[in-house]
């Protein structure tokens, strides 16, 4: 499996913070990137155990209704003193409304109702790259860190207020973003389909 320049990419996803992100990585590589909001398609229902099941569902659903190369993202954050919630439910804590603000408004919640000492935190990104009705492969970065609370900063999007990177004292939210493209969960999923070979060599 192989993009060359100039090929359509669907980035299957809906959230706009994501396409953003993901249009900005491979802005250097001559990928036209197009999001299935754009091209009228639907959300599958997520019904994957796992962070890279739900990636692989949404790329490949996307790659053969869209007749071109999806590539799509599951990601969400991993709270160890929680079992690792939200976890690959970390939308569905923001409501049918997807605010945020009520997802880390619950983390709190739960943090306290347990009498969490343990702040510790990681976000997990899979993404998924399909090709319709074929090949699909999977690559999977994290970024560990710690929660804080109040939230933060407006730059971010999702939990990035509450979500202090290590060796960093801002959150995600006051990040530059180009500083937090380059660390990120979905960077470092993005770092490892780059050396896959994938994608045509940067500019």
């Known amino acids: ?18 396409v953003r992100e993901i249009k900005a990585l491979l802005g250097p590589h001559g ?14 229902e997520e019904t994957g155990a796992t962070f890279a099941a739900n990636a692989e569902l949404k790329a490949r659903a996307a790659a053969d209704a869209g007749k071109h190369a999806a590539l799509a993202d599951d990601s969400g954050l991993w709270v160890n003193a929680l079992n690792g919630d939200p976890g690959i439910y970390s939308a569905r804590w923001a409501g049918p409304e997807k605010d945020f603000r009520i997802a880390m408004a619950r983390v709190e919640h ?13 976000f997990v990104c899979a993404l998924s790259l399909a090709m319709p009705h074929g090949e699909c492969q999977t690559f999977e970065g994290e ?3 710690t929660l804080t609370f109040p939230p933060r900063g407006t730059l971010g999007f999702g939990y990035d207020p509450i979500f202090v990177p290590d060796g960093f004292d801002q ?11 380059a660390m990120s969960h979905r ?17």
């Open 1 to 18: 499996m192989r993009l060359a320049r100039g090929s359509v990419l669907i980035v299957a996803s809906h959230n706009r913070g994501k």
């Open 31 to 44: 990928i036209e990137p197009v999001s299935v909001a754009e091209l009228g398609l639907p959300e599958p």
């Open 110 to 122: 739960e943090l306290q109702a347990r009498k969490a000492t343990d702040l510790s935190a990681k």
């Open 143 to 145: 970024v560990h860190g």
């Open 171 to 181: 959150t995600f939210g006051e990040i530059d973003p180009h500083l937090k493209n």
């Open 187 to 203: 960077a470092r999923a993005f770092e490892k389909l780059l050396h896959s070979g994938i994608l045509a060599e940067s500019f």
